[in-house]
Nanobody, 115 residues
Framework: QVQLVESGGGLVQPGGSLRLSCASS????????MAWYRQAPGKARELVAS???????NYENSVKGRFTISRDNAKSTVYLQMNSLKPEDTAVYYC?????????WGQGTQVTVSS
């Protein structure tokens, strides 16, 4: 049984930082590309950042320079370090694992940026 479990969300003031974690089980983590998506109320889900199995990273333009995605294959975990948070970063953040022929999603963690 595959599980992706996100943690680390919460309420933070503008300019603050959070670190999201996504712990996986039931997959050979090192073979999977990983990504973080987010969905704000009334908006479509959007890709925030991705990291391939070979650790190549990609970022959505609005988070470049503020967010960093990383992975620890020994811990089967992907991280999203979020700095200089803005109110427009408020959303539910989802972890995604994919490779040819299979894809899995976590249940999401809420991030709220507000004063």
């Amino acid at each position: 049984q595959v599980q992706l479990v996100e943690s680390g969300g919460g309420l933070v003031q503008p300019g603050g930082s959070l670190r999201l974690s996504c712990a996986s089980s039931g997959i050979i983590f090192g073979l999977y590309n990983m990504a973080w998506y987010r969905q704000a109320p009334g908006k479509a889900r959007e890709l925030v950042a991705s990291i391939t199995s070979g650790s190549t990273t990609n970022y959505e333009n609005s988070v470049k320079g503020r967010f960093t995605i990383s992975r620890d294959n020994a811990k089967s975990t992907v991280y999203l370090q979020m700095n200089s948070l803005k109110p427009e970063d408020t959303a539910v953040y989802y972890c995604d694992a994919w490779r040819v022929g299979s894809e899995y999603w976590g249940q999401g963690t809420q991030v709220t940026v507000s004063s």
